[in-house]
């Protein structure tokens, strides 16, 4: 049978020696893995299509287990998130997130709309920090495990410091924090956003700008929900620890070396326009060079 689907190649992986196996990940089917012939070959018309990130619709055929692709359109590359290390491990820990949180052929047109609208946050320079940890709620989300960050879960207070109970999968007031001894307190700033970003959606996500103070404690509060409920061992999310440990995660710009020779030569460019111009700056205001001419 032939399909036509749109989606997101969330995973990519080679293939005897000229083909990939790609799995998309798709509106109305869920993930489908689907061969892609001769898509490490140099003129390859399908290789584009079988580059991970990638948004495109696709035609291909198949009857039992994995597809063949007949033919596809890119919608968006996302070039930039493959081009970038900072982007392409963030993006790669988005993908993979889908590709282990659902369950094959599980369609939830909820979580491809997120994940679109995840990478086109990234390649439009917003906060990644930000957006991986509200893209991390929508999982939780579509994984069951949805936290509760409205009031207390055990007594229903509203009021007053609160901490994060990852166990009870919401927060704790001050008077009942002694039931979770794990519980992490929470900043007045941390749990304003944490109520905002349960309820917001990724594509109404605009530039925001958070305290480092706030975000490594959102981050906390994230890897602790996550590794609760979810458990998941992902290599993109060492990476990113790695890249974080290593300060990898900010670009930095730096001025090409020069050697000791371009130095001394710069130097003594640099002298010699200084005195040519004090010279004419000299001669400018000697009010005998006009009588003398």
């Not at 890119?74 to 290390?85: A, C, D, K, N, T």
């Not at 991390?136 to 009031?151: H, M, Q, R, S, V």
């Not at 925001?208 to 959102?218: A, H, N, S, W, Y």
């Not at 000791?260 to 009010?287: F, H, L, M, T, V």
Request: glycine share 8%.
């Amino acid at each position: 049978m032939q399909y036509r689907v749109e989606g997101i190649v969330i995973r990519s992986t080679d293939y005897g020696e000229g083909n990939k196996i790609i799995t998309l990940f798709t509106r109305t089917h869920g993930k489908i893995g689907i061969v892609v012939r001769g898509a490490k070959k140099i003129k390859s018309r399908h290789g584009s299509l079988a580059q991970l990130f990638t948004y495109g619709e696709y035609l291909f055929f198949r009857n039992s287990g994995l597809g063949t692709l007949t033919h596809g359109e890119i919608i968006e590359s996302h070039h930039v998130l493959r081009e970038q290390l900072e982007l392409t491990a963030y993006s790669s820990y988005a993908v993979e997130l889908v590709d282990r949180a659902l369950q094959e052929e599980d369609a939830s047109a909820y979580i491809y709309e997120q994940l679109k609208a995840c990478l086109t946050a990234f390649a439009e320079g917003k906060d990644v920090a930000i957006t991986i940890q509200l893209f991390e709620l929508k999982i939780l989300e579509a994984a069951g495990y949805a936290p509760d960050f409205t009031a207390c879960m055990s007594c229903g207070n509203t009021e007053g410091r609160m901490a994060l109970s990852a166990r009870a999968g919401g927060i704790l007031c001050s008077r009942c924090r002694y039931k979770d001894p794990g519980a992490m307190e929470l900043s007045d700033g941390a749990l304003k956003l944490l109520r905002l970003f349960r309820q917001m959606d990724l594509r109404r996500l605009g530039n925001i700008t958070v305290r480092d103070e706030t975000k490594k404690q959102l981050k906390l509060v994230m890897r602790a929900l996550m590794d609760t409920h979810l458990a998941l061992q992902l290599k993109s999310r060492s990476f990113l620890d790695q890249m974080e440990r290593y300060e990898l995660t900010e670009p930095v710009r730096r001025q090409p070396r020069r050697d000791a020779g371009e130095a001394n030569e710069a130097n003594a460019n640099s002298k010699s326009n200084e005195s040519r111009d004090a010279r004419d700056d000299a001669r400018k205001q000697d009010p005998w060079d006009s009588d003398t001419e």
